[in-house]
Nanobody, 115 residues
Framework: QVQLVESGGGLVQAGGSLRLSCSAS????????MGWHRQAPGKQRELVAS???????RYADSVKGRFTISRDNTNNTVYLQMNNLKPEDTAVYYC?????????WGQGTQVTVAS
C-alpha cells in the first residue's frame, strides 16, 4: 500500500509564498506520473502541476509562472513551491501518484490565501 503524506499548508497573505511537500512511502521515480491537485469549496478537483517519469512537466494555466513542481528522488519527496499566491488559490491541495492501473492520493493539506 502506497502512502502519500502532504505538509506545508497554512494561512498566508496574498502575494506570499508557501512550499508544499509530499512524502511517499515508495520510490517516486517508479510512478508514471506524480503531481498536485486542488479542490476549492463547491468546485471540482483540478490538476495544478504534475511531472512524468520521463521528466515532462505540466501546469494549470492559472498557476504558470507562479508555481513550480520539483522532486527529491533521494528522499522520495515531491514539492510544490507556490509564489505570489492569490485568494483564488485557496483550496485543499492533494498529492497524487499514478502507477497503472492505480491512482494514489494523500489526505490533503489546506492552503488559505487572505486578501
Amino acid at each position: 500500500q502506497v502512502q502519500l503524506v502532504e505538509s506545508g499548508g497554512g494561512l498566508v497573505q496574498a502575494g506570499g509564498s508557501l512550499r508544499l511537500s509530499c512524502s511517499a512511502s515508495r520510490i517516486i521515480f517508479r510512478f508514471e506520473t506524480m503531481g498536485w491537485h486542488r479542490q476549492a469549496p463547491g468546485k471540482q478537483r483540478e490538476l495544478v502541476a504534475s511531472f512524468t517519469s520521463t521528466g515532462a512537466t505540466r501546469y494549470a494555466d492559472s498557476v504558470k509562472g507562479r508555481f513550480t513542481i520539483s522532486r527529491d528522488n533521494t528522499n522520495n519527496t515531491v514539492y510544490l513551491q507556490m509564489n505570489n499566491l492569490k485568494p483564488e488559490d485557496t483550496a485543499v491541495y492533494y498529492c497524487a501518484a499514478y502507477s497503472f492501473p492505480t491512482a494514489y492520493w494523500g489526505q490533503g493539506t489546506q492552503v488559505t490565501v487572505a486578501s
